[in-house]
């Protein structure tokens, strides 16, 4: 472990903290933008007897990245 690295403090965690909540909020504030819950509304409804896999083009490309 290095010494010469800085201590986390309390006061960087609350300054980061404090930029988190400011930048969540600008966002929320934000005319245009869509909220999280509003995009999992546009998502069609799960199958109720299971199933719902289906072969898009993200996945395709997973098992093309994904092959050893």
Do not use: W
Request: glycine residues 12%; charged residues 20%.
């Amino acid at each position: 472990m290095q010494d010469n690295q800085p201590k986390p403090s309390r006061r960087g965690f609350f300054f980061g903290a404090a930029a988190t909540g400011a930048a969540a909020a600008v966002i929320v504030a934000l005319p245009g933008v869509a909220a999280p819950g509003a995009v999992l509304q546009e998502l069609k409804p799960a199958p109720e007897k299971g199933g719902g896999y289906s072969l898009s083009d993200h996945v395709k490309h997973y098992y093309k990245t994904a092959r050893v």
